[in-house]
């Protein structure tokens, strides 16, 4: 019970603070509202903690017998994340005006966990944290997703909330072009660590 309160903290502490998924969570609840996001909103929250039971269970696994590969999928997860910082910048945020854009969908927001370097961390670090040799894995990793999944909806749910309340405040069209073009710069800030990472890992390889 100890440890699971452990890993409860160890959930909020990841999942409540800014990553891919938040800003993105949050521009959506501005750009479309929280009845429109929602698909994104559970694709984050159940997507997530099925990619850490998969991790858990040894999907990690693969990656540190092929590094190149989990160096690869990263390199295309940064590509992607530029895309849609591009995507956030552009989105059209006045509601009159009607476009071709959407939010994500539910299987877009899941999927996307696996390209998001955040997550990565999380996941990896959360099952490294909290696993023991000589205990029950099958149990240990199912009380960390579980502990993912609780800490999920609130923690998400916050930014979207707050995302859909900005929408209520920035009232012109001008406004929310400059909060779109702020989430997107913050979600290019947040790919400094992996490009650094990357880089240093090109620099010992070659």
Known sequence: MEIF???????????????PNNVMIMSSGMNYGVRASLPHFLGICLGFPLMVLLVGFGFGVVFERFPNLHQLIKILGVIYLFWLAWRIATAEPS???KTERKPFSFWQAAL??????????????AVAAFTTVDGNLVMEVLAITAAFLLMAFPCVGVWLVFGSLLRKVLKT??????????????????LIPVLLELWQYYLAAG
């Open 5 to 19: 309160i452990a890993v409860l903290f160890f959930a909020f502490s990841t999942t409540i603070t800014p990553g």
């Open 173 to 190: 069209a001008t406004m929310r072009r400059i909060f779109n073009i702020t989430m997107a710069l913050i979600l290019v800030a947040s």
């Open 112 to 125: 996307f966990q696996w390209v998001n370097a955040k997550a990565w961390v999380m996941a990896s670090g």
């Open 95 to 97: 509601p009159i005006i």
